[in-house]
């Protein structure tokens, strides 16, 4: 059997760490033929405790832990890359619990040739027992939340442009070159748009199957969605022909929103325009949170999802414009 080598960026994640150090040790494949390399951005909570004391009650699982001061997913990823012994490369997410057969179907993938990178399905789930938890978790792996983002939705096998997390031939890294440390989010789109650039191909296997917890609230959510708006600006900064449709609706429908505001200081028709704008959105979103509440016989997604979906749009929408025109700073945040 190959040898496999499980890289996974984290920080502060005493709360599900030992989720995924337990779904790794039930894994199908064979335990002699996998490392999992933790590239920790100096934990200041029991992170490393609770990667140890795993380490001591399984044996059987080679865990190595190493450091990664910068504190950001590219560098942890790249570190835990050079610490690697593996042929294949599978990247995770420290929140984030693989199926079973997860490590099994990304090797058989590659080795059926399939693509250079191969990854699979987020199955999405609430971080809390809240209703707005569940709603932000209905938005994200919603078709107006997350357009055509297919690792999100119900989609058949088939070449992407990319796909979460992902798994790959150790060589791959250094030939086309490890992630881009510059970047804060976006890394796994960047990495898969150079295997793209050079003729590789992305594989998405919706049997590949993983559990991801959204925000487990409207705060952190928009939080994460600035900043995904921020980097994604920068990456386009310096790749403007990857922009997709989805990516450019947002921030063209926050750039009206501005407009319009501004504009109606001067023509007040321009505040009339604004205000059928929202109302037309609102609606909009209003009859998704009422299909979802009916689907899922749960009134709370009638006001829950309008409310993080809009979140998700404005944040990441607005954060993109500030983006183009502001230059990039780095951040010490390694959450995905």
């Avoid at 594989?203 to 928009?222: G, K, M, V």
């Amino acid at each position: 059997m190959k040898k496999v080598s499980v890289i996974v960026p984290c920080f502060n994640e005493d709360a599900t760490i030992q989720l995924l150090l337990e779904a790794l040790y039930r894994q199908t494949y064979s335990l002699d033929d996998l490392e999992v390399i933790i590239a920790d951005g100096m934990s200041t909570d029991h992170t490393r405790h609770r990667i140890m004391d795993f380490a001591n009650i399984h044996p059987r699982l080679n865990i190595l832990i190493v450091d990664n001061p910068k504190r950001i997913i590219p560098s942890g990823l790249n570190r835990a890359i050079e610490a690697a012994r593996g042929d294949y490369l599978v990247r995770l997410d420290a929140h984030s619990i693989p199926s079973e057969d997860y490590v099994e179907r990304c090797v058989a993938a590659l080795d059926g040739g399939l693509g250079e990178n191969v990854g699979g399905k987020w199955n999405i789930q609430p971080s809390g027992n809240t209703w707005i938890a569940r709603s932000i978790a209905s938005a994200a792996s919603h078709p107006l939340g997350v357009g055509d983002a297919l690792y999100r939705l119900d989609a058949k096998a088939q070449y992407v442009d990319t796909v979460p997390f992902g798994a790959f031939r150790r060589d791959l890294a250094f030939q086309i070159g490890l992630f881009d440390e510059s970047l804060l989010t976006n890394e796994d789109y960047e990495f898969n748009m150079r295997i793209r650039n050079q003729g590789g191909r992305i594989w998405l296997d919706p049997e590949i199957q993983s559990t991801y917890f959204a925000r487990s609230s409207i705060s952190l959510l928009a939080r994460q969605y600035w900043r995904y708006g921020y980097w994604k600006a920068q990456m386009l900064k310096r790749y403007p022909k990857t922009v997709r449709w989805r990516q450019a609706l947002p921030p063209l429908f926050s750039a009206s929103l501005i407009c319009l505001f501004i504009a109606g200081f001067f023509f007040f028709d321009a505040w009339a325009l604004l205000l059928a704008e929202l109302v037309l959105y609102g609606c909009i979103l209003l009859i998704a949170g009422v299909k979802m509440a009916r689907s899922k016989k749960k009134f709370e997604y009638v006001i829950g999802l309008p409310i993080a979906i809009s979140t998700m749009h404005i944040t990441w929408g607005t954060a993109l414009l500030w983006g183009i025109i502001h230059p990039s700073l780095m951040s010490s945040s390694v959450k995905k």
